[in-house]
């Protein structure tokens, strides 16, 4: 697939016989539970293996933000194919909701990223997403927020926010349904030079299972899973933060637009409980089996005092924090983890020797949930175009170039970079 093409659907009945493929999805995350029911949806046996259950890791902890407003050719492509999903989802899946609300880009005065937008937007527009320059007084009377600060600001109509678990859950009573068996609490290891599962682990002894291919969606553990393989990834976790918040004393909802206030690196949505807030990104590697998935109280205050600068949303009472953080209004807060790649775009596709017909899908830089209908669905296509000797540089090939896991050595070193940023969007 060129960097240019967007994702297509061809979703069709599954028909499995003696000759289906067999393949094994490793992370019950957002990424994973869809390649499986693509997967299975297209035909293959599917087995789905979790060392957990289904969302717990960071599929469970995102924010659940979801827009199509990327300048970039290829994430704007995978972003109108996600929300299209994500929508017809709405209709289709017992148990998930998509909710449509307007996302607002806010750069304050004196920010050098306001430079920036109008060309972003002109971008934008340019995919034909509902994208527009707005004054910031004419904002303001729109929409219940304070504009006397900020220099620009965009609002891109076609956005909207779900709860992140539901999709999980949600996918994963899909994939049960085209015929997936889902194997929770069950650890597996890479056991050999092809697709083969020791089930039971790296340390445990257990049986192994040999398939036609393994695809590997694990999320902050994909340096370590592959690793003790012998495959090398450069795909590093980092943490990140958020946090739910009463409005009106906990009695009221937030009616309002997302935003994004990319001077203090904040965003916000309606949450049933009243809004959802995010920022405190570490820039730093994270160990993904020793993190500290409570809030900060740095990253509580700061959010807090931003949220009452933009929508003065956040009142001076007291919420009892839910045992994880003691801040005005705030009723929990939580870190996540999110995975870097040097140069910001995920691993997508077969990795290691093609023989081995193993595949990652990887590193995505915080937008890896609002993604994940179409990465999962590329994978799915991906995975059977492989297998039926399709080769990842031909041109009708599903995968996508710039994702090619072989455009990296696995040992390189770099910084981690923010994903959610103004400079994210438009990146050539």
Known sequence: MSRSDAPTDRDV??????????????????VG???????AARGADVTLFDRGDLGAGSSGRAAGVLYDAYAEDVDAALAARAMERFRAFDRSLPGFSFTSCPYVIAVREGDSDAEAVPAMVDRMRAH???????????LGDRFPIATDDLAVAAVAEGAGWCDPASYVAATGERARREGVAVETDTPVSLAGDGPELR??????????????AVVVAVGAHTAEFLGDA????????????????????????????MVYDATAGAYVRPHPTGLLAGDGTEPVPADPEDYDPTGDDWFVESVSSTL??????????????????DAPDVERAWAGLCTATPDGDPLVGPIGDPADRVFVAAGWQGHGFMRAPAIGEIVAEGVL???????????????????????FDGDEEFEIAEGMSVEGRVRE
């Open 13 to 30: 009945p599954a028909d499995r016989g003696p000759s289906s493929p067999e393949v094994a999805v490793v992370g019950g995350g957002a």
């Open 128 to 138: 034909g997403r509902d994208v527009s320059l707005v004054d910031p007084a004419t």
């Open 230 to 257: 012998g495959i090398e990834v450069p795909v590093v976790p980092y943490r990140v933060q958020a946090l739910t918040a009463g409005v009106g004393g906990g009695s009221a909802s937030y009616d309002a637009p």
């Open 308 to 325: 009452r600068e933009r929508l003065d949303a956040v009142g001076e009472g007291g919420a009892d924090g839910a045992g994880e953080t």
């Open 385 to 407: 175009a492989s297998l039926d000797g399709r080769e990842a540089n031909d041109p009708e090939s599903p995968w996508i170039d710039a994702f090619a896991p072989d455009r």
């Open 33 to 39: 539970v869809t390649a499986a029911a693509d997967l």
């Open 199 to 212: 089930v039971g682990g790296v340390e445990q002894p257990g049986d192994s299972r040999e398939f036609d």
